[in-house]
């Protein structure tokens, strides 16, 4: 059944089997560049966000929400699918760790262009960055069992005030940020 529905996506594509194993030896390697491909379609989706979304405003909010958007989207979900296969395939672990490894630099100028130089500038941006892009990957995949029980929005707000004083030195504590239902 695998082997026709290969031959089925090869006939498809116009590729033969041989072009196929030229440029991929081994049936992990189309996954790893399928990597490099789903990262320019979420670059491509950030800056249609980025486009549609209102210029005024607090910048931190903007760029969590559109950074969330992306991360709700379907190229998003299909990395994650891929990770979360290459949990239990070596070879294939090993395929994504090297395509994620240049897809992380994209990553990070990307978030660093939705940021802006604003909060960019701070000293504490880069472990904020980590955490903002940690933060949206795992209500990516919480929102696959319990997106209608938790208020993104809400807890987006909540990690924006708690990082808004730290990114800008504004006097806003920290504890004032309200504790969002989890999921």
């Known amino acids: 059944m695998r ?19 030229h440029h991929f030896p081994t049936r992990e390697d189309p ?3 399928a990597i490099g491909l789903l990262v320019a379609r979420n670059e491509q989706a950030v800056h249609e966000e980025l486009a549609a979304a209102r210029p005024d405003g607090d910048p ?10 992306v991360m709700c989207g379907p190229s998003f979900g299909a990395e994650m699918e891929l990770w ?3 949990r239990t395939n070596a070879r294939l672990r090993d395929v994504l760790r090297r395509a994620e490894g240049a897809a992380r630099r994209d990553l990070y100028r990307v978030v660093d262009e939705v940021m802006g130089p604003e909060l960019t500038a701070s000293a504490t941006y880069p472990a904020i960055a980590e955490l903002t892009v940690q933060l949206l990957r795992g209500m990516a995949i919480s929102d696959v069992l319990y997106r209608e029980d938790t208020d993104r ?5 909540g990690w924006g005030r708690i990082v808004r004083p730290l990114l800008t030195g504004s006097s806003e504590s920290p504890a004032a940020a309200s504790t969002p239902p989890t999921s």
Not at 153 to 157: G, Y
């Open 3 to 21: 082997a026709r529905r290969i031959r089925d996506a090869l006939r498809r594509a116009g590729v033969s089997r041989g072009a196929l194993l």
């Open 60 to 69: 931190l909010s903007r760029s969590l929400r559109v950074l969330r958007s």
């Open 153 to 157: 929005d809400a807890l987006l707000e």
């Open 31 to 33: 996954f790893g560049a």
């Open 84 to 86: 979360a296969v290459s």
